[in-house]
């Protein structure tokens, strides 16, 4: 019996990228920007600080101890919440657009690597046949061997 092994594999492709990498090499300033904003108001230091800072309005304004800059029901205040969350929804859903289209190219990248495992399995179960069918006749070689021995 003639054994061949399959022909050593070697590695043809790219090596794997940092999907993180790749994506923040592509980041414009306003993309960049749309992330800080989303990082900061989507934290609990901005809504203890904001909470704060509301209720230091309300506060000032209820009491007169300085000048009622905005009386009850405080329609500046009001206002100006208003306005924060009608920048602020966008430049979200901005950074939340970008994060889905990093989560797109992290599915890629992950498929990529995938298809390259895929590859490299089956080149592994192809040299393990390839040693089951060599130690297979080795094993039957020395039997053979071993029956055909006389015995000392």
């Given at each position: 019996?003639?054994?061949?092994f399959?022909v ?5 492709h790219?090596?794997?990228k ?7 090499e592509?980041?414009t300033?306003?993309q960049?920007?749309?992330?800080v904003?989303?990082k900061?108001?989507?934290s609990?230091?901005f ?5 704060i ?21 405080f329609?500046?205040?009001?206002l100006i ?9 966008p ?6 657009n970008?994060?889905a289209e990093?989560?797109r ?6 498929y990529?690597i995938?298809?390259?495992a895929e ?8 040299h ?15 039997t053979?061997?071993e029956?055909?021995?006389?015995p000392?």
């Amino acid at each position: 019996m003639h054994l061949e092994f399959p022909v050593p594999f070697t590695h043809e492709h790219e090596p794997v990228k940092n999907v993180n990498e790749i994506v923040a090499e592509q980041l414009t300033l306003s993309q960049r920007a749309a992330d800080v904003v989303a990082k900061i108001t989507g934290s609990w230091r901005f809504i203890i600080g904001q909470s704060i800072f509301l209720m230091c309005w309300a506060a000032l304004n209820l009491t007169a101890w300085v000048r009622h800059w905005d009386p009850y029901p405080f329609i500046l205040m009001n206002l100006i919440l208003s306005l924060q969350a009608a920048y602020t929804a966008p430049i979200i859903m901005m950074s939340q657009n970008r994060q889905a289209e990093r989560d797109r190219v992290e599915a890629h990248n992950d498929y990529v690597i995938n298809q390259k495992a895929e590859t490299e399995v089956r080149a592994i179960l192809e040299h393990l046949a390839a040693q089951d069918q060599a130690l297979t006749s080795i094993y039957r070689k020395l039997t053979e061997l071993e029956n055909n021995r006389k015995p000392l």
